[in-house]
């Protein structure tokens, strides 16, 4: 491709015109799309040439499966055996940031490289209007990773999609920043269901919907979610977290209003929230750490409560920190 993409733009309150992803999908070409979660690299998931861009583009290995998204339910049923647990999460969760992992149904309909030639498929049905209106328009499920490099840090705006895939995307759909900043939560029915990945979604409500406890994947049963197996979520400085004060030549992540001992001397402070919520802290996590990787010099990170979404921030940050196998 070599150009860079065309940002369709949200002008007022109006969303971005879908029209031209919509083209570029059924051209074989990637699209930068928003997601309530995260910023996605799009491509139709029934075209192996077009998935094989996405890995090609994140630099992905082939062996990390993609998650498919669809307009609906009843469109993720016809990918996947969603089963009386699944149903109940589709029930509760979509369109949402829930990502079910089934075991693989339809044959044909996806290819093969999307799920890196697993038995099981991930779907998750988006909520956000763009995507949701440019699934419709589409017409067919698209598989969407998060629109970062692979192992780098999410995109939750266009404008990370265009520093990290620009040269590689037709077009990207700018609808401001994502709402929640944290990807989908992935859960697995194949069977007891299982946690493979926090996110968006805390466990808590899942476990309530399910009526059951959730089991969480565990480092023996690999490879249940692939893409969480390394450093992940990696600025290019080092990260360091729980960081009870401030050494020399760091920048600070905050989170509160209490700061580390040596705050002051930090050459850059972010704070993820300073009234100490989770929420926002989540949405300003990914674009925060981008902020600070920037500035080029090594990060402490302040300690997060481990509660609710919690959970989910403090995984990308273990994630983030963990030695490098570049
Ligand atoms: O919020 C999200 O989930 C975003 C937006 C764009 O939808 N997408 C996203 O995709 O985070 P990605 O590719 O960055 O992460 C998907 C994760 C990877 O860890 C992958 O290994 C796992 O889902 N995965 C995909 N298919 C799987 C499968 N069949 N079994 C287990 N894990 C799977
Ligand atoms: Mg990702």
Do not use: C
């Not at 919520?277 to 925060?288: I, M, R, T």
């Not at 500035?295 to 983030?320: C, F, K, Q």
């Amino acid at each position: 491709m070599g150009s860079l993409a065309e940002i369709i733009p949200q002008l007022r309150d109006r969303l971005p015109d879908v029209a031209p992803a919509v083209d570029a999908l059924r051209a074989g070409l990637l699209v930068g799309v928003p997601t309530e979660t995260v910023y996605g690299v799009a491509a139709d998931a029934s075209n192996p040439d077009a998935v094989a861009r996405i890995f090609a583009a994140k630099q992905r290995p082939a062996s990390n499966p993609l998650i498919v998204h669809t307009a609906s339910s009843d469109d993720a049923g016809r990918l996947g055996n969603l089963g009386k647990r699944g149903e109940y999460l589709a029930e509760a969760f979509w369109p949402g940031a829930l990502t079910i992992v089934a075991e693989r149904i339809g044959e044909g309909r996806i290819t093969d490289l999307v799920t890196a030639g697993l038995a099981t498929i991930a779907i998750r049905v988006p909520a956000h209007p763009v995507m949701q209106a440019l699934l419709i328009d589409f017409g067919s499920p698209i598989a969407a990773p998060s629109a970062n490099r692979s192992g780098r840090i999410s995109a939750t705006a266009a404008e990370h999609v265009a520093a990290d895939l620009g040269s590689d995307v037709a077009v990207i759909l700018d609808a401001g920043p994502a709402p929640l900043g944290l990807e989908s939560t992935i859960v697995s029915v194949v069977d007891t269901p299982r946690l493979l990945r926090p996110g968006a979604i805390v466990p808590e409500a899942i476990e309530e919907a399910l009526g059951m406890r959730l089991a969480i994947a565990g480092r023996s049963e690999l490879p249940e979610a692939p893409g969480m197996l390394s450093s992940h979520y990696a600025p290019s400085v080092p990260l360091r977290i729980n960081a009870a004060a401030v050494r020399k030549g760091e920048s600070l992540l905050a989170f509160g209003s209490n700061l580390p001992v040596g705050a002051a001397t930090a050459v850059s402070i972010v704070n993820l929230s300073a009234e100490g919520d989770l929420v926002e802290a989540a949405a300003n996590l990914f674009s925060s750490l981008r902020r600070l990787d920037q500035i080029g010099v090594p990060i402490a990170v302040a300690p997060i409560p481990a509660n609710g979404l919690g959970l989910a921030i403090n995984d990308r940050l273990r994630r983030a920190s963990a030695p490098r196998q570049l």
